[in-house]
Nanobody, 122 residues
């Protein structure tokens, strides 16, 4: 069983920054690819970023490229999402999730955190 716990969400003004963290427990974290997803009210869950088990490969949603950075520290069983130049349209609940390989397919993610709210005020 894998447990994922996100933290770091909050309210920020447009143009500001937030850093999300997700701590994993329950299995060898360094074997797993990880991803960040988000869901805004009345919208489907949306892929944001993913990172391979070693951190060497990363992928981003086009609208966050150049603003968001996904990273991981396998020694701390933690994956991060640094969010810069935030926009009101980034407002959503952000989830971290685990997959066996780096992917943008939500059905390949088998464990999800409870989510953390990010609100960007205009």
């Amino acid at each position: 069983q894998v447990q994922l716990v996100e933290s770091g969400g909050g309210l920020v003004q447009a143009g500001g920054s937030l850093s999300l963290s997700c701590i994993a427990s329950g299995r060898t974290f360094s074997w797993d690819a990880m991803g960040w997803w988000r869901q805004a009210p009345e919208k489907e869950r949306e892929f944001v970023a993913s990172i391979s088990s070693t951190g060497g490969l990363r992928e981003y949603l086009n609208s966050v490229k150049g603003r968001f950075i996904i990273s991981r520290d396998n020694a701390k069983n933690t994956v991060y999402l640094q969010m810069n130049s935030l926009k009101p349209e980034d407002t959503a609940v952000y989830y971290c999730a685990r997959a066996k390989v780096r992917t943008t397919n939500p059905f390949d993610y088998d464990y999800w955190g409870q989510g953390t709210q990010v609100t960007v005020a205009s």
